[in-house]
């Protein structure tokens, strides 16, 4: 009896030595594929990936996502990799367990360019069947760009399965991409895949149909040539539709900033050179309602331009009537002194400006319904520009109803058009004259709201925009506030189209010109209009 205990006590020991030495061998291709990291091949590195990838293994993602940030550690003497949080913590990519410490002797695995190809499309292809639609939409762009063959059961798989429309598209183009640049597809599947590739017709999709090379079937590289130039052309339409967007936006910009000055000079017939310092007044207080929101309200934030906006132009337009009665009054029918005059107190009020808030930027935030944007065809929207346009049609909409039926815009014109008839009839013109000055103001002052959303506050804010606001008005017809609307987008759209072709800086020397040229055509510009400068 103890005889044969002993023979199969000899014998276990035998099978769990055996059974020991076994275990490398029988490995799985996973555990093998994450070995390879270790050595520091990127041949080797780039099959790991395709396994690693394709094994649906939870570590998978982890491990990918670790070698494209350049946290995938290897050692070269263990031939262990480890994988490095953000955390700072590290697992063993191999088991997945915790780990105390990545040895010193462990290195970052390399990559090439190939390899960061590999790298996004293995991502791409480990999120294709995320819960998440935006990842999925991202992943299936992903792999529209490396198109590597890996991805193309992945994509196949996922595309069956999907059922938004946005995304099955994004598949479908993502399938299309590796299908041209696979060397066994038919000329077929090729083809198919060309006018879906056209189909799309963006820079990304330009790219690729330039990129397939001459080893292509003659039917297939001549539908990519045709594909081609349809692309450019389609392009180049776009971007004369991105070029005139960017003109309207920049042309609100200059409406919402001269249509103040508008008033001033244009019916005033005042050159107010501390006009801009109204609009940098508006965003400094933009910039205050949004500090006292942060620190006791944080939870009406996205109300915060609702509420800048009148305050800005009680602001400003408080500041306006002040400087009327104290220095304009005294100065009609002097435009050069009261340029003097107002160019002068500028300089009063940036310093001032300076004093209280200092001399550095200051940050004004967008509110979630301002943030973002959208694509419109080939085009980005973004939020910010598109509610300004808005906000700048809405004000210039409220002014004329302001001037045509109200007893204030009644007076206005009356004074405008004869002076001292009005005088004569009863009109308290200099009441009317405070009352307008400040009306010029406090519009600026809401300009500065605007602007703040997309320029930085500063106490020079205003300085950028002095200049092109008197073009626009000049150019316009002074005192027409249709003429200061046209006259605005008309610079805006010809300032987007000029500065390719010659540049921002002669793009701006060629519209002055022009202006200049025109002026000496039509010295009342656009839309001449009869006003106090006109009559003396």
């Known amino acids: ?126 999120t294709l069947q995320s819960p998440d639609l935006v990842a999925r939409l991202q992943a299936a762009q992903s792999v529209f760009k490396s198109h590597e063959e890996t991805a193309l059961d992945p994509v196949e798989g996922a595309l069956a399965k999907e059922t938004n429309k946005s995304v099955k598209t994004a598949l479908g183009e993502a399938r299309a991409a590796i299908l041209l640049f696979k060397s066994d597809a038919t000329e077929v599947q090729k083809l198919e895949a060309v006018a879906t590739i056209k189909a799309r017709g963006d820079q990304d999709a330009l790219a690729l149909l330039s990129d397939i090379g001459t080893d292509q079937p003659a039917s297939v590289a001549k539908a990519a040539t045709s594909a081609i130039g349809s692309i450019q052309s389609s392009l180049a339409v776009w971007s004369s539709v991105q070029n005139a967007w960017y003109g309207l936006s920049l042309g609100s910009v200059l409406l919402l900033a001269a249509i103040g000055l508008a008033i001033t000079f244009g019916v005033m017939g005042v050159i107010n050179m501390a006009h801009g310092e109204m609009v940098m007044i508006g965003a400094y207080t933009t910039f205050v309602v949004q500090e006292v929101i942060r620190t006791r309200y944080p939870a009406l934030f996205d109300y915060s331009l609702l509420i800048a906006v009148p305050l800005a132009f009680l602001v400003a337009g408080g500041i306006g009537v002040l400087i009327e009665r104290s220095i304009i009054r005294f100065l009609y029918g002097r435009p050069l002194e009261t340029l003097l005059a107002t160019w002068g107190l500028s300089l009063v009020l940036q310093q001032a400006v300076r004093t209280m808030f200092g001399p550095t930027n200051r940050e004004v935030g967008n509110p979630s319904w301002m943030s973002g944007a959208f694509e419109l065809g080939q085009i980005t929207i973004t939020y910010n520009r598109l509610w300004i346009l808005c906000f700048t049609l809405a004000v210039f909409v409220i002014l004329l109803a302001m001037l045509r039926y109200t007893a204030l815009g009644l007076e206005m014109r009356a004074v405008t058009q004869n002076r001292r008839m009005a005088a004569s009839m009863g009109i308290a013109t200099s009441r009317v004259d405070a009352l307008t000055f400040g009306l010029g103001s406090g519009i600026a002052g809401i300009a500065g709201v605007a602007l703040s959303q997309i320029d930085n506050v500063s106490p020079n804010l205003g300085q950028s925009y002095i200049i092109d606001s008197f073009m626009v008005v000049v150019f316009g017809g002074v005192g027409n506030l249709w003429g200061t609307l046209v006259g605005a987008f008309t610079l805006g759209v010809a300032n987007k189209f000029l500065e390719p072709v010659a540049g921002a800086v002669l793009g701006k020397i060629a519209i002055l010109v022009l202006i200049i040229l025109f002026i000496q055509k039509r010295p009342r510009g656009l839309f001449a209009l009869k006003g106090r400068a006109v009559e003396a």
């Open 1 to 126: 009896m103890p005889t044969k205990l002993s023979a199969r006590f000899c014998s276990f020991v035998l099978s769990l030595f055996l059974i020991a030495f076994a275990l490398p061998a029988f490995a799985g291709p996973f555990e093998d594929a994450v070995a390879k990291f270790a050595n520091d091949d990127f041949s080797d590195t780039d099959e790991a990936i395709g396994v690693v990838a394709g094994s649906g293994n939870k570590l998978a993602f982890p491990i990918i996502s670790a070698l494209q940030d350049g946290r995938l550690m290897a050692d070269p003497d263990t031939k262990k990799v480890y994988v490095t949080g953000t955390d700072g913590k590290s697992i063993d990519a191999a088991t997945g367990e915790a780990v105390a410490s990545v040895p010193d002797s462990a290195s970052a695995v390399r990559l090439n360019n190939r390899l960061r190809r590999s790298v996004d499309a293995a991502l791409g292809s480990l």
